[in-house]
């Protein structure tokens, strides 16, 4: 054996070291990285759902919601119905031919739904943290999602073998208890933020330029809502796997995805709006395919018309046969037989 290759031996037998080490302790610091953070300040019932009235947060949300409320909310909704009350007004005197009758409701509820928005958040909270509760204390102690040691127990990596497929299953676990740090940070931000915020986005639902933003928010509130609970349920599985790597792996990263799923029904919930559209526009489409054919349609029928019928000798003021009825809302007066839907030219 040459010099190279007992250095080339020692390189390897050192990694071979390096990685038995790193794989050794990667299993405990996965377990405190998820008992100390993940499980204790943000998947915990009082953490997850927090009371956002009382505590020293909550002291925090409740007070600079009051400010905002009637410093800014309260004047701007006064502003809105002033202007309403106003157009409403002038529409009645004027007869300027606006419609309110369709929108009046909406707007209505609108205003009033921005201006409970902040209770009706708590009772969101409350009843998520009733669903929860009941899941977070399911299978105590060796099937509670809780414990660290209970949702990793399957995972089978030890410093003996240090081979390269334990490093990277290492690996890729640290990423997944990382995004999933990093998922539920935010969404504990978006619980105490939003509710503040909120009377803005629902108002933004009366501008049809920005309805869609308000629905988009208002849905990405539910959304992280409802995370925890669909979380949860992987989680909870998790802890009845014995020896498999793969399975726990799969759970966690499921753990994972649950917001990605609910962003992406969220797309699903907005492109309603266009299917509607294109909806719309093929019976739109239709419509004039069926308008274009309508002459055709009275030409023939004329062909088939009596000379007296054909002739001049129609009683003033009723139809001819192969006439068009057009949509009329309302009598147009004058000589031309009119219903109150159709008119006959």
Same mark, same amino acid.
């Not at 993940?38 to 505590?55: D, M, Q």
């Not at 007869?95 to 309110?100: I, N, T, W």
């Not at 049809?208 to 925890?228: C, H, M, N, Y």
């Given at each position: ?40 300040? *943000? ?136 995004? *999933? ?70 759970? *966690? ?8 799923? *609910? ?83």
């Amino acid at each position: 054996m040459n010099f190279v290759s007992i250095i080339v031996d020692a390189i390897i037998k050192a990694l071979s070291y390096i990685v038995s080490a790193i794989v050794f302790v990667g299993k405990p610091i996965l377990v405190s990285i998820y008992d100390n953070f993940i499980s204790r300040y *943000l998947l915990a019932p009082t953490y997850a759902f927090p009371n956002i009235v009382n505590g020293s947060i909550g002291a925090g949300v409740k007070s600079l919601y009051y400010f905002l409320m009637f410093n800014i909310y309260d004047p701007a909704l006064t502003i809105i119905l002033v202007a309403l009350g106003i157009m409403i007004l002038l529409n009645s005197s004027l007869q300027l031919g606006f419609d309110f009758k369709n929108i009046w409701i909406k707007i209505l509820m609108v205003l009033v739904l921005s201006n409970i928005s902040f209770f009706l958040f708590q009772d969101f909270l409350y009843i998520g943290s009733i669903m929860y509760t009941q899941l977070w204390n399911y299978g105590i102690p060796s099937h509670s999602f809780s414990s660290g040691s209970n949702v990793l127990v399957g995972l089978q990596i030890g410093g003996a073998a240090g081979s390269i497929v334990s490093l990277l299953i290492l690996i890729i676990f640290i990423f997944l208890m990382l995004y *999933l740090l990093l998922f539920l940070s935010l969404r504990a931000a978006i619980i105490y933020t939003f509710p503040i915020l909120a009377p803005v986005f629902t108002i933004l639902m009366l501008i049809p330029q920005t309805k869609e933003l308000g629905e988009r928010v208002w849905f990405l509130f539910i959304d992280s809502l409802v995370a925890p609970i669909l979380m949860s349920i992987p989680l909870i599985l998790s802890t009845y796997v014995r020896n498999n790597s793969v399975l726990v792996l799969g759970f *966690l990263s499921l753990a994972d995805a649950a917001p990605t799923m *609910l962003a992406i029904s969220q797309s699903s919930r907005s492109a309603t709006n266009f299917l509607g559209k294109s909806v719309g526009r093929g019976v739109n489409s239709s419509i004039s395919y069926i308008g274009k054919n309508v002459k055709g349609a009275e030409t023939i029928l004329k062909t088939f018309a009596t000379p007296s019928e054909a002739g001049g000798g129609a009683i003033k003021g009723s139809p001819e046969i192969g006439s068009i009825r057009q949509f009329s809302p309302l009598s147009s007066g004058g000589n031309t037989g009119s219903s109150l839907f159709f008119k006959v030219k």
